[in-house]
């Protein structure tokens, strides 16, 4: 499976966007990019996904490096329920969610 | 049901004793997963199903664990002998077809083996 990197941790203010970061130099090109978030004591939630252009969805926005080796996610106003753990994940013929650390978002008030 | 459910919610057993936990998928979803989660990791990998049959089940991690979707919708997974090391929350996801479309996780059963 391809891997992902990010950062373990992340701290923003309230009402502030929050660009989170995500490096998959060994990415192939057929693999989409996934974002999945995880809130205290939940199961993980769908976020967004993208494959070579930037994406926008109600939730956050996507974008996409040329190369295609990294991508952002991107929150355009964080609020107090956006603290979650985010997981970026590659997927592609292997049909499988493979999840990383993920970074730890905390939203200061 | 709107979303995907997972029961028991909780579950603390015996070291030895056998258990099912259940997921009842979103309605329609041909493809489900399993995974299970340690606290302070990601969720792992443990299965996948395609209908009726398990189109992956690489993550398994002994033949303690067994997972069954008979009719294509429900799905159980079964732990043997159960160890202390089998403690997590397992999580059940489901989605229409395959992973290039939105998956919807349960809340997780969360199991103690004592």
């Known amino acids: 499976d391809a891997k992902t990197t990010q950062p373990n941790s992340m701290e923003s203010n309230e009402e502030e966007p929050v660009h989170l970061p995500c490096n998959h130099s060994?990415?192939?090109?057929?693999?989409?990019i996934h974002w999945y978030r995880q809130l205290p004591s939940q199961g993980p939630e769908y976020v967004i996904h993208g494959l070579t252009s930037n994406v926008n969805n109600r939730m956050a926005s996507l974008a996409i490096a040329e190369d295609r080796k990294s991508s952002t996610l991107i929150l355009h106003r964080a609020t107090l329920r956006d603290a979650a753990v985010y997981y970026c994940?590659?997927?592609?013929?292997?049909?499988?969610?493979?999840f990383g650390q993920g970074t730890r978002l905390t939203i200061n008030p | 049901g709107a979303g995907v459910s997972q029961t028991p919610s909780n579950k603390v057993t015996e070291k030895g004793k056998y258990v099912e936990l259940r997921c009842d998928p979103i309605s329609g979803h041909t493809a489900l997963y399993w995974y299970r989660q340690s606290l302070g990791q990601g969720p792992e990998f443990l299965i996948y199903f395609q209908g009726t049959g398990a189109a992956d089940d690489s993550g398994l991690p002994n033949d303690r664990f067994f997972a069954v979707r008979p009719e294509g919708s429900v799905s159980t997974l079964k732990i043997q002998r159960t160890e202390r090391g089998d403690s997590a929350v397992y999580l059940c996801?489901?989605?229409?077809?395959?992973?290039?479309?939105?998956?919807?996780f349960g809340q997780g059963t969360r199991l103690t083996v004592v």
């Open positions: 996801a489901s989605s229409l077809n395959r992973w290039h479309t939105e998956a919807f």
């Open positions: 060994t990415i192939s090109g057929t693999d989409y």
């Open positions: 994940i590659l997927i592609e013929g292997a049909q499988k969610l493979v």
